[in-house]
């Protein structure tokens, strides 16, 4: 687990600004029709006139700049030819690398019609997302960021993915502490300032059990039925944590239409 100076803090926000209007950008072309091999074209162009580079493109082999995944799959869909459909919802996945940092961001859109119990999947794992970003501060433990988003989502029947949790980042896309979105209060690393996670709930309507395709990348609900996962990235600071990457350029592209 390393800690971040202020300089390194104010890189990995330049690359989580980059991610956060990235998302924006695919923002403006999520509607039925569209493929999501257009929209991780639309995604790679924007990073690349940004300075920096894609993030997940080659990592592991990801073949992609996005992560695309729709309804059940709950993260890590390859871009590919599906084209979307009204009443889909689609998380987003984006990352970047510039001057050496990752940035790192998710966002799960409605696309067109979307029913109501739907709706409220996505509205509810942001806010769980947002009350966790409450805690992240200086002195409390990873679990209480853990426990908030797991005690949340569960009051709505809703369960907690348990196999991908969210992440330190820094000059690595995926550091050191593990973020869980379920534990215990009080249990877990303790965070000092400087820290730097992301903070990425994925939630399910049904069941927490997750499937891999034969594709060695993409996860499913066992039970088919749909998951949403958001992320921002936070530096662990004294009072309040500072949230580097930010939903605000989304929600100015979608307007009044924003879950
Ligand atoms: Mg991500
Ligand atoms: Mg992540």
């Not at 869909?77 to 084209?83: D, E, H, S």
């Not at 966002?107 to 805690?135: C, H, Q, W």
Request: hydrophobic share 40%.
């Amino acid at each position: 687990m390393t800690v971040k100076s202020d300089e390194e803090i104010e890189l990995l926000r330049e690359n989580a600004i980059i991610v956060s209007k990235t998302l924006a950008e695919v923002a403006k072309h999520i509607k039925p029709g569209v493929s999501t091999l257009t929209l991780d074209k639309i995604a790679e162009d924007f990073i690349r006139a940004e300075g920096a580079i894609p993030g997940f493109k080659g990592y592991r082999g990801f073949p992609g700049t996005l992560c695309v995944s729709t309804n059940e799959e709950v993260v890590h869909g390859i871009p590919g030819n599906r084209v979307l459909r009204n009443g889909d919802i689609v998380s987003i996945d984006c990352g970047c690398q510039k001057d050496g940092f990752y940035g790192d961001s998710a966002y799960t859109f409605p696309v067109g019609e979307v029913s109501e119990e739907v709706l409220n999947l996505l509205r509810r794992t942001k806010k769980s997302l947002l009350m966790a970003i409450d805690v992240a501060v200086a002195g409390r433990r990873v679990g209480d960021i853990s426990a908030v988003i797991q005690e949340y989502v569960e009051g709505f029947g809703y369960s907690v993915v348990r196999e991908l949790v969210g992440h330190g980042i820094g000059n690595q896309l995926h550091e050191k502490p593990d973020v869980p979105n379920y534990g215990r209060r009080g249990a877990g690393v303790k965070m000092v300032a400087g820290l730097t996670i992301c903070i990425e709930p994925m939630i399910n309507m049904g069941v927490k059990t997750v499937v891999q395709d034969a594709d060695g990348w993409t996860i499913r609900t066992a039970d088919r039925m749909p998951s949403a996962h958001f992320e921002l990235t936070v530096a662990v600071r004294k009072e309040k944590a500072d949230v580097l990457s930010t939903f605000r350029y989304i929600e100015e592209v979608l307007g009044s239409s924003s879950i």
